[in-house]
């Protein structure tokens, strides 16, 4: 059986460990959340993107025209 000193530093381990893998879990879910949100944001600029290039066809002259 280890020493009292040896079991507390395994048990300080132990701990330290299932700490850190629910800390990174947590980022893990962080960064998944932030790179949904980050994909809406490219879909509603998408949609900016193409309602800007038709008002532009619209209302701009063509180059050819002049």
Same mark, same amino acid.
């Given at each position: 059986m280890p020493s009292r000193d040896a079991q507390w530093i395994i048990g300080a381990i @132990? &701990?330290?460990t #299932?700490? @850190?893998s629910v800390q990174i879990a947590g980022i !893990?879910? *962080?960064v998944r959340r932030l *790179? *949904? !949100?980050l994909r809406a &944001?490219? &879909?509603e600029f998408?949609? #900016?993107e193409q309602r800007l290039a038709t008002l532009e066809r619209l209302h701009l002259p063509n180059p050819a025209d002049n």
């Open positions: @132990l &701990v330290a #299932v700490s @850190l !893990r879910t *962080d *790179d *949904d !949100r &944001v490219e &879909v998408g949609k #900016v």
